[in-house]
């Protein structure tokens, strides 16, 4: 059976970095990597999944927000992102959002974000570290406690905003011990699932690298689905 095969977009400035981590948890999952830039030509019908990477803050303008504060903007990667997201939850195509892609995943689905997380809870210590020093409890009854188990986990933290307002037909999945949302899945399937940590960082857990592995099954089944559709009669 072959690989099922993942598109997974980065930045143009860091993913020479990132993408190799991403490529090989995918890889450990049984599944195939492809970079894409804003600067690629993305075709999602050649796709068995997605994966909508870390990065850069988005702009709030995608969302119907203005700038707070500052931050470091890619307008071109914005516009890809959200198209990628767009269509794949309007065609059904697996996607997994990491950091920045879980954002991109909920404000696709209509949702919106908090510019500046950290200011909403005063009392919370600032973390952003890609060690796993921030403690997350995972939603009894969600998918990703199906996947995971409900336990709570550390994970890792190196973002400013975090979801809001929730899109269509996705729920909260995870929160940290100080309420902020760690992670949002759509309440049905397709697969559709954003985690705003890093579990790239993580391959030595089991547990993270369960989320590739669920992301893999879902575009191998997606995979499987569009070749009996396409089979000639």
């Known amino acids: 059976m072959r690989r099922p095969v993942i598109g997974v977009t980065t930045s143009t400035r860091s993913g020479w970095r990132i993408f190799p981590l991403v490529r090989f948890n995918l890889w450990l999952a049984g ?5 894409w830039t804003a600067r690629s030509d993305v ?29 470091r903007l890619d307008p071109d990667r914005d516009r890809m992102e959200h198209d990628i997201a767009v269509q794949a939850l309007a065609d059904g195509i697996p996607v997994l959002g990491i950091c920045r892609g879980a954002q991109m995943l909920n404000i ?66 995870a929160r940290d011990t100080n309420g902020m949302v760690q992670a949002i899945e759509r309440c049905r399937d397709p697969f559709a699932l954003g985690v705003q940590w890093h579990p790239e960082h993580l391959f030595y857990a089991r547990r993270q690298r369960a989320i590739f592995r669920a992301l893999s099954e879902a575009s191998q089944a997606y995979a499987q689905g569009r070749r009996q559709v396409f089979a000639p009669a």
């Open 31 to 35: 599944a195939r990597a492809v970079r």
């Open 43 to 71: 075709d999602l019908d050649r796709m068995d999944g997605v994966i909508i990477g870390g990065g850069d803050d988005i702009s709030p303008e995608l969302y119907g927000g203005a700038l707070e504060m500052t931050a």
């Open 108 to 173: 696709a689905a209509g949702g919106t974000l908090h510019q500046d997380a950290w200011s909403l809870y005063p009392d919370a210590q600032p973390i952003k570290t890609i060690l796993p020093k921030r403690e997350i409890c995972v939603e009894q009854g969600s998918h990703l406690a199906a996947r995971l188990g409900a336990k709570p986990m550390k994970v890792n933290a190196l973002h400013t905003q975090a979801v809001n307002v929730l899109g269509e037909n996705f729920r909260v999945a």
